[in-house]
C-alpha cells in the first residue's frame, strides 16, 4: 500500500510539474497584463508542434527542441501582443475586460482549427527524451516522465529567479503593481507588457513541448490543461508565480492520489477534474485570495 | 460579307462542344442530385476518422460522377461537421433537410447519431450510418435509419467469444463514456458472465489525457487482470496503450492489450505508440484482403495514391455509403425519400465489403436495417509498423490465418 500511495503520489508530482508551468505563464500574463489569457491552451499546443517539427525538420535532439519550441511560441506571443493586444494600452477601447477575453478567446479558436489544417487531424508524437523506465520494486516510472519533470522543475526555478534576480523580472512585477509608479521611475510599461505576454507564452509552450513525448500531440491537446491551469492561477493565489507553482504540484498530486484512492473505481477517472475543482473550494474557503493571493488591479 | 456574326459562331462552336462531349459527360449538365454527410471534421469530435471518411465519400462521388453520375445528374455532397456533439448533428441535419437533400449518410459519434436519426425520422429523409455502432440506432426501427458498419452487438459478441475460447479469466475494461462504449461493454459483460469471466469497468472521458492512476490501480488489484480491453474510439486510446505499456501492465505475458473503436487501425498508432503496439490486438471492419474483390482492391489503389495512406476500413465504409445510396437511387428511379428506402429496403449492392443486403427482421431489435453481413475480424500485430490488412488474422476461426488465438507475449 505504501508503494502505491508513492507511486501515486510521484505520478501525480510529475503531473504537477507540467501543470504548474502552464499556470506560472498564465500568472504571468495576468500579474502584468490584468488579463485572462483564454488562448494559453492553444500556446500549449503550439509549443508541442514546434517541438515536434523542431526535431524532424531541424534535427535537433528533443532537449534542445523543448528551447526551440518555447523561442518560437514566445515570438508568436510577442506578435500577438503587438497585433491584437496593444489596443488595451489606449483609451480606444472603453470595454477592455470584454475585449480581452474576445481575442484571446479568438487566438485559441484561430489556432486550435489553424492546427487540424496546418499538422492535419491525426495525432502524433515525437520521440522520447530517453526511452525506458525506471522499476523500483513495483514503482514504474518512465524516464521521459522523470525527463519531462525535472526540465519542467528547473525551468520553474529558473523563471522564479529570472522574476527576482533581473533587472527585466523587477521591472514587470514593478509594471504588476502600478503602470503608472513604473512609468514614474523610467520602466517601459508598453515593452513589459509585451515581455510578460511572450514570457508566459514560452512558459506555456515549454510545457507543451515537455509533455508531448507522453501524451502525443493533436490540436485539441491544450484544451483540458488550460482549464487546469486556471483553477491553478486561482489556487495559488492570482498573479502569484510561486502561488501557481505551488498550486500546479499540489493540483496534481491531489488528482493521482484522488483517483488512486477513490472508493469507486469505475468513475474515479472521470472524476479527476472534480478533485481539482473540490481542492479549489477549500482553499478558497480557508483563504479567499488564494495560497498565495494578494489584492490585484485591473487594466490602469 | 461576312457569313456568320461573332456570336453566332461562337453559340454554334459551343454547341458543337457540346454535342461532341455530352455523350461522354452527360451528367455534368444536368441538375446534381443532393447528398448530405455528416460527421467530425472538428474538436471535440472525432476529426481524424471524420476526415478519412470524408476522403472516402468524395473518391466515390468522383468516380460515380466520371462514369456519369446517377440517373444522368451528377452526385453533390454537402458536408456537414458535426464537431463530434448531438447539439451540432442536430443542427446539421436541420440545415441538410432545409437544403433538400436526397439521403444524408456519414456519422462516427453513436451518440450524435442518435440526435440526426431523430431530425431524419420527422422529415422521412434516408439516413445511412457509416460508422456509428450503438445497437439502439438500428433498435429504434425508424424506417429512415439504414447501416453499413456492423453494431457493438455483432462485434462485442465475437470479441467476447474470442476472450472466452482464448481463455482469459479476468478482463480489466476502460470504457468511454458514450453509447458506443458503453454499448459494447454491456455486451461484453453479458458474454463474459456467461463463460465465468471477471470484469472490471473503468470509464473515461475522451478528452482526458493522462491514465496512469488508473492503470495503476487496475494493475494492483488482485487478482492481476489476464487481459485489458481499451473501448475506446478516440485518439486518447494512443494514451492509455502507452500508459498500460509503460507502466508494464499490458501487453505483457500475464495481460493482455485488446484496444477496440479503431485507432489502432491508424499508421499513428506506430508513431503514438511504436513497440508498446506490438502484440496489440484489435477488431477490422474489413473483410480479410485474401477475400477483397476487385472494387476493395481498386478503391485501396486510388485511396493510397490519392492520400499517401491505406485506407481503414471506416474509408471503405465511407466508400461504400455512397455506393449504396446510389445504387439505391438508381433502383428507385427517382430522388423521393420513399422510393429511396423502399429500394434500399430491397436493394443487393456490391462494394468495397462485400454484398450489401439490409435486413428486415425486428428480432434482435437492432437487426432492423442492419447489414448482417458487415464483416468484423480479429487481427493481433506481431511486428513493428505492421498494417491492419497484413496482420495475423486470430478471429473468426473461418478467416483466421494463425493455429493460435492469441500470441502471448515472450516475457
Redesign the interface.
Known sequence: MTE?FL??AL??LV?GLIYALIAAGLTIIFSVLKIVNFGHGALYMMGGYAGYYAIHLLGVPPVIAVFVAMAAVYVLGIVFEFLMLRPLYSNKIDRKDEYAIIVTFALFMVL??AA?VAFG?????PPSFAEG?V?VG?L?I?YDRLAAAGMAALLLIGISLFMQRTSIGQALDAVSQSRDSAAIIGIDAKRMYAVAFGLGAALAGGAGALIAPI??L????G???SVQAYVIVVLGGMGSVPGSIVGGILLGIV??LG??FYPD??????Y?NAFGALLLIITLLVRPTGLFGRAHLRME | MRLFKRSEALAAGAGLLASVSAPRIPALAAEPILLGWVGPL???GG??A??EMKWAAQLAVDEINAKGGVMGRPLKVLYEDTKGTPDQGTAAMELLATRHVTAVFGEFHSSVALAESQVAHKYGIPFLGTDVWADKLTGQAYPEFFRVCPCNSLIYTMVGKWAAAAGFKNAAIMQE?TDYGQGAVAVLSDIFKQHNIGV??????L????????I???M?TNPRPDIFMVIVAG?AA??II?DAC???FAPTAQTALYSGGGPAL?K?LW??DGKCAVNLITEDVTLPKSQWNSIGKKFEAAFVKQFKRAPTGTAMESYDSVGVLAAAIGEAKSTDHKAIISAMEHLKYTGARGTYTFSSNHQPAWAFHQFMSAPVMLVQYSELNQSADVAPILFPRDWATTKYLYARPTA
Request: glycine share 6%; hydrophobic share 30%; aromatic share 8%.
Open positions: 502505491y507511486l501515486q505520478n501525480g503531473t486550435e482549427n487540424i487531424p491525426f495525432n502524433k508524437r523506465a522499476h513495483t514504474t518512465t501524451f502525443s493533436s490540436p485539441t491537446m484544451d483540458l490543461p488528482e493521482g483517483i488512486g473505481p469505475n468513475r474515479a477517472l472521470v479527476s | 472538428s474538436p471535440p476529426y481524424a471524420g476526415q463514456a472490471n469497468v473503468v470509464t473515461v472521458e478528452n482526458q489525457q493522462d491514465f496512469s492512476p488508473e495503476l490501480r487496475l494492483n485518439a494512443y494514451n502507452r509503460n507502466a508494464g491508424e499513428e508513431e503514438n
